[in-house]
Every structure is written in C-alpha cells, then in structure tokens.
C-alpha cells in the first residue's frame, strides 16, 4: 500500500498492447512498479478514465489535441525505443522485471497505446430539481431547537438511536413511473424525502453546503426555523451524457467534467412531470393532516415565468440544480465492437491485456437508485472474477458457487 503518491500512471508494454505495472512519484521520487498478475484501476467515475487517459488509453484524438505524441500499435521500433531506456526489457517477462524508474515519463509526455474513443465519455448523472420546499403547520419535521436536545445527544451517544440516528433528516425514497417509461415495472424517477428544508436550520449550514447565492437565499429567508420537508425528484436513467476531458498532460491537473446535465430533453420533462407530482403528493390528505403547503416564492432568475408553469419548472431546475453524486459510466461495459465502450463483461480493458477497471465507471447503464450499494456488488464481482481467472479460488469458494 502506497500513500500520498503523485503522477500515477499504468505502465503498457506497447510491444504486446499489455500493462506490466505502475509508475508513480512519492516524496520526490520516481518508481515503477511491476505486476506480477495483473493491473486494476479502481479510481472512480473521474479518477479511473482520467489515469487511463494519462496512461496513453483513451480517445486518440482528444490526446492529440493536447499535444500529444503517440506510439500506436504498428509504431516503428525506433519510435519505440525512443520511448523507453531499455526497449528490449520490454519484451522480456514482466515477471523477469526488477523495481526500477527506467520508463517512468515526464509529466509532459502521454504516449497514445490503445486508441478507445469511449474513455472518459458517456457519463451518466443523477441530478434532478432542488429548491422545492413545503411548510407543515404541525411540528413533524426535524427541527434542530427541538430535536437537539441533551436527551437526543445522549441516545444517539448511548445507543445510536433517537432523531439524530435519521442521515441527514432522509426518511423516505420513492421510486415512481413517468409517462416517458418503457416499463411500468421498471420505474424512471426516484424521489428522495427529507423531514428538513433549506432554512430548517436557520441559513448556518445547508445554505453553505449548497453554496446558495445571497440573492437566491434572500428568497427562502421566510423559511427560516419553520417546520416543513423536502422532496429532490431525479430521472434516474437518464439519456443525457457528460464527459471527463483532460485538460492537460499534467497528472496534477485535475480533468474537465462536463455535465452536460438536461441536455437531452427527456431528462428535463421527466423532471418537470416528476415536480407536478410532488405538488400531487402535497395535496394527499394524509399530507394536508400535517397541514403540508409549497413554500411559494420565486427563484431569481425565472420571473418572466408564469409561476409553477412548466416553462417555470425548467427555469427552476436549471437554476437550481440538485446533483446527487451518483455518476457512472466513463468506462463503460460493453463488446469491442461497439467503440463507446472500455471494458469487456470481466472488466478487462478493451485491446489491453492484463488491465482492468472495477469501480462506478464501468457501469453499462447507471442503475435505477443510488449508486453504492451496486459499486460494492462490482468490488466483490471483479474480486470474484480476478480469482477466478488466475485460479486463486479456495475449495471453500468453489464449493460455495456450486
Ligand atoms: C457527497 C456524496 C454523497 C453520496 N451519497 C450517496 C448515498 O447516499 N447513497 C449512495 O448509494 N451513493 C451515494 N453516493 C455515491 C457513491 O458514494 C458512489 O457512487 C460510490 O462511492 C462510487 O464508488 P467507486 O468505487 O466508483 O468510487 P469511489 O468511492 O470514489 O472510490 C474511488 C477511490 O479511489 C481513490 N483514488 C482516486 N484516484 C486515486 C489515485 N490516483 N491513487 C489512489 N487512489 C485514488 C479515491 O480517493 C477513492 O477512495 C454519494 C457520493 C458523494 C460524493
């Protein structure tokens, strides 16, 4: 385990379109580091693309345009050997290969070894309407006068119970259909509920965690310390694409990540239905018991709306836009055949032996909920499945698959 490491790259014997280990810098120092087996990039939906970019895997082109050079498969040997100290090592074992910093490359420098235009692209996001509050005239929501209290404190202490146990005032998700879904049985919007609002503490921390702009918090001011819930619909498949684009050929540089949010216009009419329905859930009457209302106001920006028409709908959720942090997809799964995708059906790189990715990035699709619980599905799939290939199963293991 090495941390605090710098300018990580997978090193690829272009020779025989394989990756042979690692190189990295740490307290000032060059390394290389050989695998015996095999290399898995699990870095994450920006970090996993963006090392294989860095490493010379990914769109020909997009590495061109940054002034790349490149040593394609079918590259002259003197290109080659213009690359590496010691071309001939590189035809040898890797097994063979001693610790050592002969081929680490300057930060300046990507040679393009596998050209896979859907590196980086393709990326799926969750993100949806925030902003949408509702007061209650009963006190049912969490309120941090009333539930922060020594008896709270000490029975979240004690026995990790009491309100302070709720993830952050979330009390409820719904999966509903919209009118654009395929499948009634496969529902396309997710609605996360929330026993808080905006202004539930008064401005001194949602606010900021939102970074919400004086003038747009002006507007909600009238929420402050009021009783009330939230709801955050979101399309959960959705059709538009972002991107992670590198910048540079600087590993220090952090990429580009183009959203592309609501690009496609499904994803945004799914969302504006998927508010409609909220209004709909407001006015049940198990909700009107509690005395539930939208909090009214209008979000700076979409005044020449008509209020709560869909032309207002839109405005208000691309002014304030609710991500989820749920990405996907920049690597993704899919046949070799199909250039948008990365990895085959056992996580292995497209064109490259012995490299693998096993995080949030190869999902083909983005699944229909939050994303954790899947990514540890594809931890403990790969860790499967990399056994499996190099026949490190235990007769336990194989005992149990059958
Ligand atoms: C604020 C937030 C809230 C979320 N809430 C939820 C939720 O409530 N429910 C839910 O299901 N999902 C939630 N998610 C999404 C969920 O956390 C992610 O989908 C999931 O963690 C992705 O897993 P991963 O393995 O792909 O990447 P990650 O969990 O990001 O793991 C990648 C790891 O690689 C490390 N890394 C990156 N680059 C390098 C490098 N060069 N060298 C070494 N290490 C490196 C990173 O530090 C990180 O630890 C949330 C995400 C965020 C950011």
Same mark, same amino acid.
């Given at each position: 385990m090495q941390t605090n490491i710098s300018k990580p790259q997978v090193l690829v014997d272009p020779a025989h379109d394989r990756a042979v280990g690692v190189s990295f810098r740490r307290a000032g120092r060059d390394y290389d580091v050989l695998a015996s087996k095999e290399v898995i990039v699990s870095a994450g939906v920006v970090e996993s693309p963006k090392l294989l970019m860095l490493s010379g895997i990914g769109p020909a082109d997009e590495l061109r345009r940054l002034g790349l050079s490149t040593c394609l498969k079918g590259a002259t040997e003197s290109k080659r050997t213009k690359l590496f100290d /010691? /071309?001939?090592?590189?035809?040898?074992?890797?097994?063979? *290969?001693? %610790? =050592?910093?002969?081929y680490a490359l300057t930060s300046s420098q990507i040679h393009v070894s596998k050209d896979l235009p +859907?590196?980086?692209?393709n990326m799926r996001s969750h993100v949806g309407a925030g902003g949408i509050y509702f007061t209650t005239s009963q006190p049912v929501g969490m309120s941090l006068f009333r539930d922060l209290t020594i008896r709270s404190l000490a029975s979240y202490a *004690?026995? +990790? +119970?009491?309100? %302070?146990?709720s993830p952050g005032g979330l009390e409820g998700i719904a999966f509903i259909s919209s009118n654009?879904?395929?499948?009634?049985?496969?529902? /396309?919007v997710e609605i996360l509920f929330g026993? =808080?609002?905006?202004? #539930?503490d008064g401005g001194l921390v949602y606010r900021r965690l939102l970074n919400l702009t004086e003038e747009v918090w002006e507007t909600y001011?009238? %929420?402050?310390?009021r009783d009330g819930f939230m709801m955050l619909p979101f399309p959960t498949r959705p059709k538009s694409r972002g991107q992670i684009r590198l910048r540079?050929?600087?590993? !220090?540089e952090d990429p580009e990540?183009? +959203?592309?949010? *609501?690009?496609?216009?499904e994803d945004m009419q799914i969302t504006v239905d998927a508010i409609k329905f909220l209004m709909k859930i407001a006015e049940t009457p198990a909700m009107k018991e509690v005395g539930a209302e939208l909090y009214a106001h209008t979000l700076p920006? @979409? !005044?020449?709306?008509?209020? *709560? #028409?869909d032309a207002y709908w839109e405005c208000h959720t691309r002014h304030f836009t609710y991500l989820?942090?749920?990405?996907?997809?920049? @690597?993704q799964m899919g046949p !070799?055949?199909?250039? !948008?995708?990365?990895?085959?059906?056992? %996580?292995r790189v497209h064109g490259i032996n012995s490299l693998r990715v096993a995080d949030a990035?190869?999902?083909p699709e983005i699944v229909s909920g939050d994303t954790q619980a899947a990514c540890i599905m594809i931890g403990e799939k790969a860790a499967s499945m990399i056994k499996e290939d190099h026949q490190l199963l235990t007769a336990r293991s194989r005992l149990l698959r059958i």
């Open positions: /010691d /071309d001939a090592q590189w035809t040898s074992s890797p097994s063979n *290969f001693a %610790l =050592t910093s002969n +859907g590196v980086g692209k *004690f026995r +990790g +119970g009491g309100q %302070l146990n654009y879904s395929t499948d009634p049985t496969w529902p /396309d026993s =808080t609002h905006i202004a #539930s001011r009238d %929420l402050r310390w540079s050929a600087n590993p !220090e990540i183009i +959203g592309n949010y *609501f690009k496609h216009p920006g @979409c !005044e020449q709306h008509t209020r *709560f #028409s989820h942090w749920h990405d996907s997809s920049t @690597c !070799e055949y199909n250039p !948008e995708t990365v990895v085959d059906s056992r %996580l990035s190869i999902m």
